[in-house]
Nanobody
């Protein structure tokens, strides 16, 4: 399974970005897809997950600002990030659970700075 993430970049505080991640290479649709992030000197942490049925799990630090969604027909997960803060600066990694196996995409950098 390959995960191709896109959408990162530089944005000012209060701004918005939308991350996308497409899964390919499997006949099975991911059971769960999501996003983690890792800031310099910190451990990787969960941002949000979504099941193929639409159930979500979102970190308290981003609730009300970030929204995860997915298009099952395209095996693609999205992360809409609003009201971005400098503390959201990190490398964001796409993640997928397919038939009990976990896969990671390459990170996409999000930098929030004025």
């Amino acid at each position: 399974v390959q995960l191709q993430a896109s959408g990162g970049g530089l944005v000012q505080p209060g701004g918005s970005l939308r991350l996308s991640c497409a899964a390919s290479g499997s006949i099975f649709s991911p059971d769960v897809m999501g996003w983690y992030r890792q800031a310099p000197g910190k451990q990787r942490e969960l941002v949000a997950l979504i099941s193929n049925g639409g159930s979500t799990n979102t970190a308290d630090s981003v609730k009300g600002r970030f929204t995860i969604s997915r298009d099952n027909a395209k095996n693609t997960v999205y992360l809409q990030m609003n009201s971005l803060k400098p503390a959201d600066t990190a490398n964001y990694y796409c993640n997928a659970l397919v038939r009990g196996n976990t896969y990671w995409g390459q990170g996409t950098q999000v930098t929030v700075s004025s």
